[in-house]
């Protein structure tokens, strides 16, 4: 870091003990994420509660390229909070997440999801219960009847679209689940 770790009790008398492990959290982010720039936290101590005995918030802010990441995790309704160590562990595991999040980012690491496959029925042949779709690949997937969902085997003509689940069969490979496509679909 650029800037020196900044620790502030506030409400509550500073403790080496919390300090330590207030320290060892922010090691495990920079080993995280060796650009973080600044650190600050702030522990809080929040008065007696009628129910409850005194319930501990924590912030961190957290600086690094470009912008400022900001846990705060109040004690609110959390009764684990009575404890410092779990209001610290809490706040530290939520700066990590979002750190995590903005280091993908930053190397433009985006979640896709895979389109289904996809093909068209090839051959039908209605009185033995069963088809071939044709892949976009040129391969050829057999499809029993009963493996059509809704009931559609009905609907299905030569040339009707569908999304399939691919399987291993005796005879090579079949489909075990075939979906009439609608309008609305993915296609790659």
């Known amino acids: 870091m650029q800037i020196p770790l900044q620790i502030t009790f506030r409400e509550m008398d500073s403790s080496p003990a919390l300090e330590s492990k207030i320290r060892e959290n922010v090691d495990k982010l920079e080993r995280t ?38 846990v705060s995790r109040e004690s609110g309704l959390n009764h684990a909070h009575e404890d410092a160590y779990v209001a610290i562990r809490d706040a530290f595991k939520a700066a990590r997440r979002k750190l995590d999040n903005y280091t993908r980012r930053q190397r433009q690491e985006v979640k896709t999801h895979e389109a289904p496959p996809h093909g068209h029925v090839a051959q039908l042949f209605p009185e033995e219960g069963y088809g071939k779709i044709e892949t976009p690949d040129g391969r050829e997937i057999y499809f029993h009847k009963n493996s059509v969902l809704n009931g559609g085997f009905a609907k299905l003509v030569a040339g009707s679209e569908v999304r399939f689940v691919e399987e291993s069969g005796e005879k090579g490979p079949q489909a075990s689940t075939v979906q009439l496509v609608g309008k609305h679909h993915i296609v790659e």
């Open 33 to 70: 994420c060796d650009y973080i720039t600044s650190c600050r936290v702030v522990v809080e101590q929040f008065g007696q509660h009628h129910r409850q005995g005194k319930m501990y918030g924590v912030r961190i802010d957290l600086t690094v390229p470009g912008t400022e990441l900001v």
